[in-house]
T-cell receptor
């Protein structure tokens, strides 16, 4: 079992729709969870961080965390073509000095 | 505030050579992590440094090593290069690392081994 698993996609949604990206992790002691966006040829950029169960909203982005189910998700509302990128889920391990990244989900937003 | 910088941006080496990559973190950030990114394996954790000490290491052979200086700048070294070492090497900095570890990435160094 991979430490952090994501559906590789591609996930295709029409402009204006909600894109839902999912991630599961194996280390029950993990405390910190992150979503990064990576455009082709660029380095990852941090979108959201979440540390406690529930929802966290920032603009069009909502991160959801369920530690009991070891599940993290990212919702993108009103998706735009500029949101087309690879979205990486990252989890910091117990102890906190190592961050494991999922393989990423490719998102395409069709105009 | 300036972002994370990495030098060089591109490198071409041949098998058996060694290479040193450099990373300057965001001012005030004391934790530096290194990652290797390839199309097949994704982002793989190499190691993390804080206050000149390696706190964690990923599953890479001993040919991969790193260090951090007192000004938080970090270098990583790969000796006896292999074709499979061709990758994008990314450095990320954070304030102190640990559990609230929001990391900010540099542009990366693209290493090609021929």
């Amino acid at each position: 079992q991979k430490e952090v698993e994501q559906n590789s996609g591609p996930l295709s949604v029409p402009e204006g729709a909600i894109a839902s990206l999912n991630c599961t992790y194996s280390d029950r002691g993990s405390q910190s969870f992150f979503w990064y966006r990576q455009y082709s040829g660029k380095s990852p950029e941090l979108i959201m961080s979440i540390y406690s169960n529930g929802d966290k909203e920032d603009g069009r982005f909502t991160a959801q965390l369920n530690k009991a189910s070891q599940y993290v998700s990212l919702l993108i509302r009103d998706s735009q073509p500029s949101d087309s990128a690879t979205y990486l889920c990252a989890v910091t391990n117990t102890g906190g000095f190592k961050t494991i990244f999922g393989a990423g989900t490719r998102l395409f937003v069709k105009a | 505030k300036a972002g994370v910088t990495q030098t060089p941006r591109y490198l071409i080496k041949t098998r058996g050579q060694q290479v040193t990559l450099s990373c300057s973190p965001i001012s005030g950030h004391r934790s530096v992590s290194w990652y290797q990114q390839t199309p097949g394996q994704g982002l793989q954790f190499l190691f993390e440094y804080f206050s000149e000490t390696q706190r964690n290491k990923g599953n890479f052979p001993g040919r991969f090593s790193g260090r951090q200086f007192s000004n938080s700048r970090s270098e990583m070294n790969v000796s006896t290069l292999e074709l499979g070492d061709s990758a994008l090497y990314l450095c990320a900095s954070s304030l102190v690392g640990g559990s609230n570890n929001e990391q900010f990435f540099g542009p990366g160094t693209r290493l090609t081994v021929l």
